[in-house]
């Protein structure tokens, strides 16, 4: 069943069809893989020839969005997809599971750049995946067959029951980190993980709500209880701010609290926990910006002139990003679920401040200096398109995500209390 009923919001509707654009122009007709960046300087536009499973993941959800806007037709977006299929069947792999940079014209593995699985640029595409199954029902089969293919039990540490960052295949060898925080963009592989049965559920209660009490490096010593959840005891810790309470992430970015949420619908199934503490992120954020003297909220990794960097609000992580007064656009569109005025507002100060091309906003300014990054990530780009198409068509990503039987079946890990009331 297709969505007819849709918030009939203009400014945003324009907006995302800019934002669609971007994937429409920078995705190769014979492969249907989208370049990861280009870089506009002046009447010089720089591209990238290198795609992910993160950007990959963007496009084809971006396709079930632009079908709901009519911006295309149904039978086209179909096309476009089963094209990406196509491509993604004919990839090299590892266990199912896709490496981390691919050419976009040729198709050829970016081995320059190392042999390297990824368990979150996976967990993304695995999600998309299912989006697509469910919503183009010509190609559920097809779909579901690449997901089935993706095996995440050989990036499961069963000594710790974690997920490592990843596999170096050339090397033969796992990372030495592991993913351990719950509050960040890696509970989307946690969660279709889980959702698969590629890893136990119990996975989830051993991720990490705070570090524990005695990790002295942390920004500040959690409060919080023990509770059990499936035979494992977990410190259910938090964070304060003032007199709010919330969950860190990593490193204080929106992207890390906000993007899994545009696939798992965490405002809705997850209200007294994930949600609610969304809701808590984009409100110390607008409140951190306030603090400032920021006119703008919104910091997260981001393209600058000379590259990519991590901007956050150290306050609200475990280790904690600098802002260095740079606001990325992604960041304040992912929060429109949360407060949509503020961001709309927020919108209408990025156009004024020249933050507006032919691809929808730019990717950050230094608020301070007003210097305008003009440049467009697919990824970006991508929690762009989601968070409108969401807002703007019911949810759409959201109902199909969890239409989808390994959506659902991972559905009672959402069942939990953050204990982020404050006490009378």
């Given at each position: 069943m297709r969505y007819q009923f849709y918030n009939?919001?203009?400014?945003?509707?324009?907006?995302?069809?800019?934002?669609?654009?971007?994937?429409?122009?920078?995705?190769?007709?014979e492969t249907g893989l989208t370049r990861d960046r280009i870089d506009i300087e002046e009447n010089d536009v720089k591209t990238y020839n290198q795609t992910s499973p993160t950007n990959i993941a963007m496009y084809l959800s971006s396709l079930v969005i632009a079908a709901e806007a009519e911006l295309i037709n149904?039978?086209?977006?179909?096309?476009?997809?089963?094209?990406?299929?196509?491509?993604?069947?004919?990839?090299?792999?590892?266990?199912?599971l896709f490496y981390n940079w691919y050419v976009v014209d040729s198709k050829e593995q970016m081995t320059d750049w190392g042999k390297f699985i990824s368990s979150v640029d996976n967990g993304w595409l695995t999600a998309a995946l299912m989006v697509s199954a469910e919503y183009f029902y010509n190609l559920e089969s097809h779909a579901n067959d690449l997901i089935n293919q993706m095996d995440y039990s050989y990036l499961y540490d069963n000594n710790i029951d974690r997920l490592y960052g990843g596999f170096d295949v050339e090397q033969n060898?796992?990372?030495?980190?592991?993913?351990?925080?719950?509050?960040?963009?890696?509970?989307?592989?946690?969660?279709?993980?889980?959702?698969?049965?590629?890893?136990?559920?119990?996975?989830?209660?051993?991720?990490?709500?705070?570090?524990?009490?005695e990790f002295d490096w942390q920004r500040q010593v959690p409060k919080g209880k023990f509770v059990e959840k499936e035979n494992t005891q977990m410190f259910q810790g938090y964070y304060e701010l003032?007199?709010?309470?919330?969950?860190p992430s990593w490193g204080g970015s929106m992207f890390e609290a906000l993007m899994p949420g545009l696939y798992i619908n965490e405002k809705k199934l997850a209200e007294k926990g994930l949600g609610a503490n969304n809701y808590q992120h984009v409100k110390l954020q607008q409140n951190y910006s306030e603090q400032k003297g920021y006119p703008l909220f919104g910091f997260s990794p981001a393209a600058i002139p000379d590259g990519y960097s991590e901007f956050g609000v150290e306050e609200l992580g475990m280790s904690g990003y600098d802002d260095q007064a740079t606001m990325t656009a992604h960041a304040a569109i992912?929060?429109?679920?949360?407060?949509?005025?503020?961001?709309?507002?927020?919108?209408?100060?990025?156009?004024?401040?020249?933050?507006?091309?032919?691809?929808?906003?730019?990717?950050?300014?230094n608020l301070l200096t007003e210097e305008v990054t003009h440049s467009y990530l697919a990824l970006d780009q991508g929690?762009?398109?989601?968070?409108?198409g969401?807002?703007?068509?019911?949810?759409i990503i959201r109902e199909?995500?969890?239409?989808?039987?390994?959506?659902n079946n991972a559905e009672p890990l959402l069942e939990e209390d953050f204990l982020l009331q404050i006490d009378n």
């Amino acid at each position: 069943m297709r969505y007819q009923f849709y918030n009939k919001d203009e400014a945003m509707h324009v907006l995302l069809e800019d934002t669609y654009r971007y994937f429409d122009d920078h995705t190769n007709r014979e492969t249907g893989l989208t370049r990861d960046r280009i870089d506009i300087e002046e009447n010089d536009v720089k591209t990238y020839n290198q795609t992910s499973p993160t950007n990959i993941a963007m496009y084809l959800s971006s396709l079930v969005i632009a079908a709901e806007a009519e911006l295309i037709n149904y039978k086209e977006a179909e096309e476009k997809t089963a094209l990406v299929l196509n491509t993604l069947d004919s990839l090299d792999r590892w266990n199912g599971l896709f490496y981390n940079w691919y050419v976009v014209d040729s198709k050829e593995q970016m081995t320059d750049w190392g042999k390297f699985i990824s368990s979150v640029d996976n967990g993304w595409l695995t999600a998309a995946l299912m989006v697509s199954a469910e919503y183009f029902y010509n190609l559920e089969s097809h779909a579901n067959d690449l997901i089935n293919q993706m095996d995440y039990s050989y990036l499961y540490d069963n000594n710790i029951d974690r997920l490592y960052g990843g596999f170096d295949v050339e090397q033969n060898q796992y990372t030495n980190h592991h993913y351990g925080t719950l509050y960040s963009e890696t509970r989307m592989a946690s969660y279709v993980a889980i959702g698969k049965e590629d890893v136990p559920s119990d996975h989830w209660w051993k991720l990490d709500r705070t570090a524990p009490e005695e990790f002295d490096w942390q920004r500040q010593v959690p409060k919080g209880k023990f509770v059990e959840k499936e035979n494992t005891q977990m410190f259910q810790g938090y964070y304060e701010l003032g007199e709010e309470r919330f969950v860190p992430s990593w490193g204080g970015s929106m992207f890390e609290a906000l993007m899994p949420g545009l696939y798992i619908n965490e405002k809705k199934l997850a209200e007294k926990g994930l949600g609610a503490n969304n809701y808590q992120h984009v409100k110390l954020q607008q409140n951190y910006s306030e603090q400032k003297g920021y006119p703008l909220f919104g910091f997260s990794p981001a393209a600058i002139p000379d590259g990519y960097s991590e901007f956050g609000v150290e306050e609200l992580g475990m280790s904690g990003y600098d802002d260095q007064a740079t606001m990325t656009a992604h960041a304040a569109i992912l929060a429109i679920d949360y407060d949509d005025e503020s961001v709309k507002n927020s919108f209408k100060i990025m156009k004024e401040k020249d933050m507006y091309g032919d691809y929808g906003l730019y990717d950050s300014i230094n608020l301070l200096t007003e210097e305008v990054t003009h440049s467009y990530l697919a990824l970006d780009q991508g929690m762009i398109i989601l968070a409108l198409g969401n807002y703007l068509y019911n949810d759409i990503i959201r109902e199909y995500f969890h239409a989808h039987p390994y959506g659902n079946n991972a559905e009672p890990l959402l069942e939990e209390d953050f204990l982020l009331q404050i006490d009378n």
